[in-house]
């Protein structure tokens, strides 16, 4: 499957879940994040792989029947989707607890990806187990406000925690007492690996954390900075953007008109939402880059080639709006995107059906993380998005989405409080971050993060030169780079040294190392 064919794959997959997000900034690309990570994760382009096609036959299909409510008396169960994949597993082997964050569980979660690699290498089994609230494990019967109550981070890691203590796996049923379970997570789900690691130490064996935004933030600008760290047209960028919000403060209502037409986004009633839709390409772009392959095009390269740059940054830099719009009306129109569906902030508000990773996310979000990405709060600073996308356009729709299920201001410090945020300390944690990720700000790797060594014999800090988000977990390919080869065989060695620790049944060395 060639490269373009790629990304149009994942690009559908985005959209059939964006359908269901509330805005784009953050939520549409907040909800690709998760999706887009691991879809590029678990999935390789080649023709003839069946992953892209692949459904769970019912056989495959294991349900577990989980408490609705750990953290009160209510006792009532729901049905938790997961699979499991045993390839691998030899008795004694550990078991790689793979959680899929905020989207829903698919069989190829046990099917592909680097997590097989990791399990060939120390005879693991593999088990994917579905976030509550997100795909088919739904503890309510829909997503009025009321119900949204049981979706927690301590619910989540609760979850976890009784599904390791009670759940009815026949290959490990003989010596379950001995069995060292590892959890594995990407993105959000890679702060559940990691929190599981520190409030269940007796369960949980070992984590395995990739790109994890650990510290919660309210005022996530500093997303923007590593985008135009990326981005050679930041510059470019930026002055468009200063231009369109020149008109978008302007007032003049027949200005603001033609300018969202020119973008093709003129069925958007609120300036915000308009702005809002501005950054979804850009940053996704940033967040997901991989690079071409051999006679492709780079992704980055082509995108800021749009501008063209020597024309339009003479006096008065003209020409930089026209280009973000056909740049604009391009995207739309490739990825066929539903503008209103997609990009309108209040549309959704009074849906409450069931099978809305979304809704699900920007709970979350209203409630413990926040993670507003927004213009920068002082006019000195670079902008690549609209001074219209700040904390009230993120965050008044809360309200109207939960009512008063929300308090607003969303505390962020309760959560950084009770799991410590970037200034986390655990042992057996292996962490990987992408150099060029814009969620590296708020995990261990952060600029303002403790200093870390690399690698001590209890924890590892790596940081994958030129990566992106959740780039580890993808599966191997010919085409990696070196340092990331290093650093996956690295966290082989690692997790294999660990559980030799606890006299774990390991194949022989040569059996994995060819494999990089």
């Given at each position: 499957m060639n490269y373009q064919m790629f990304l149009a794959v994942v690009a559908l997959l985005c959209l059939q879940v964006v359908r269901h997000v509330v805005h784009a900034d953050p939520l549409a690309v907040?909800?690709?994040?998760?999706?887009?990570?691991?879809?590029?994760g678990f999935f390789d382009d080649d023709d003839n792989d069946p992953f892209f096609s692949l459904v769970a036959a019912p056989e495959e299909e294991h349900w577990f029947q989980q408490r609705i409510d750990h953290l009160g008396f209510y006792r009532k169960t729901f049905r938790q989707l997961y699979y499991v994949n045993d390839t691998y597993y030899r008795p004694g082997g550990p078991v790689y607890l793979y959680c899929p964050g905020e989207s829903a569980n698919k069989i190829s979660t046990v099917k592909s990806g680097f997590l097989l690699n990791l399990a060939e290498a120390t005879n693991g089994l593999v088990v994917s187990l579905e976030h509550r609230y997100y795909g088919r494990s739904n503890p309510v019967p829909d997503l009025s406000p009321r119900n949204m109550r049981y979706l927690s981070v301590a619910q989540a890691l609760a979850d976890m925690a009784h599904f390791i203590e009670t759940a009815e796996l026949p290959q490990i049923e003989k010596n379950r007492a001995d069995v060292r379970w590892i959890v594995v997570g990407g993105s959000y789900a890679a702060n559940l690996a990691v929190w599981m690691r520190l409030k269940y130490p007796d369960l949980v064996y070992a984590a395995y954390s990739s790109s994890g935004p650990v510290r919660a933030k309210y005022d996530f600008y500093e997303y923007d900075l590593m985008v135009g760290r990326r981005l050679p047209c930041a510059d470019a960028v930026a002055e468009a953007v200063r231009q369109i919000?020149?008109?978008?403060?302007?007032?003049?209502?027949?200005?603001?008109?033609?300018?969202?037409?020119?973008?093709?986004?003129?069925?958007?009633?609120?300036?915000?939402?308009?702005?809002?839709?501005?950054?979804?390409?850009?940053?996704?772009?940033v967040q997901y880059y991989a690079p071409p392959v051999a006679n492709k095009t780079d992704a980055v390269a082509d995108y800021c080639a749009a501008f063209n740059l020597n024309d339009n940054m003479g006096a008065g830099s003209i020409g930089l709006v026209e280009s973000f719009a056909a740049l604009t009306k391009r995207y739309l129109a490739e990825k066929k995107v539903k503008v209103l569906e997609t990009y309108d902030t209040y549309r959704n508000a009074n849906n409450y059906t069931l099978d809305q990773s979304g809704r699900a996310w920007f709970y979350q979000t209203c409630t413990e993380f926040a993670y507003w990405q927004t213009a920068?709060?002082?006019?000195?600073?670079?902008?690549?998005?609209?001074?219209?996308?700040?904390?009230?356009?993120?965050?008044?729709?809360?309200?109207?989405?939960?009512?008063?299920?929300?308090?607003?201001?969303?505390?962020?410090?309760?959560?950084?409080?009770?799991?410590?945020?970037?200034?986390?300390?655990?042992?057996?944690?292996?962490?990987?971050?992408?150099?060029?990720?814009?969620?590296?700000?708020?995990?261990?790797?952060?600029?303002?993060?403790?200093?870390?060594?690399?690698?001590?014999?209890?924890?590892h800090v790596r940081v994958i030169p030129g990566g992106s988000h959740c780039y580890d977990l993808r599966r191997p390919t010919d085409t990696d780079w070196d340092e990331l080869k290093e650093i996956r065989a690295d966290i082989i060695r690692t997790f294999r040294e660990w559980l030799s620790q606890k006299n774990t049944a390991l194949p022989e060395q040569d059996d994995w190392e060819s494999t990089f």
């Open positions: 907040r909800m690709v994040d998760d999706l887009v990570t691991f879809k590029q919000d020149e008109v978008l403060y302007s007032g003049d209502e027949s200005a603001i008109r033609d300018l969202k037409t020119a973008f093709g986004l003129e069925a958007l009633e609120r300036p915000a939402d308009f702005a809002g839709a501005l950054v979804d390409q850009m940053t996704s772009l920068p709060p002082t006019s000195a600073m670079r902008s690549l998005r609209s001074r219209l996308v700040d904390i009230d356009y993120n965050e008044a729709p809360c309200r109207a989405y939960f009512g008063a299920q929300v308090s607003l201001p969303v505390d962020v410090s309760r959560i950084n409080r009770q799991y410590h945020g970037d200034q986390i300390e655990v042992t057996r944690v292996y962490y990987v971050n992408g150099e060029f990720d814009p969620w590296r700000y708020l995990s261990v790797s952060a600029p303002t993060a403790p200093p870390r060594a690399p690698t001590t014999p209890d924890v």
